[in-house]
């Protein structure tokens, strides 16, 4: 089992930034494929970013490629998403999860764990 847990979301103004973070604990951090999704009222979830184990490929969605990067801290066992210029568009509950099929990683199915949550709202 792996355990996810995110945080970092919050109410901000359009074109501000939010730094989420996802700390695991469980299984080795290190053997899983990370990424993140959201999931606004009404609409189903959509990928948002991925990072392979040592974080050689990232992936992103077209929406948010150029505002938003992923990254890691295998030490830490923490991934992390950077969001800048945010738009109205973006709030969402924002999730983590990890995934070993690293090479499937834009595709919710591929993953095996998921956290709870966490509430992105950006104002207009």
Known sequence: QV??????GGLVQAGGSLRLSCAASGRT????AMG???????KEREFVAAITWNGDRLYYADSVQGRFTISRH??????????????????AVYYCAATLAGWDAV??????????????????
């Open 3 to 8: 355990q996810l847990v995110e945080t970092g």
């Open 29 to 32: 951090f290190s053997d899983y």
């Open 36 to 42: 993140w999704f959201r999931q606004a009222p009404g």
């Open 74 to 91: 295998n030490a830490k066992s923490t991934v992390y998403l950077q969001m800048n210029s945010l738009k109205p568009e973006d709030t």
């Open 107 to 124: 595709h919710g199915r591929a993953y095996s764990y998921w956290g709870q949550g966490t509430q992105v709202t950006v104002s207009s």
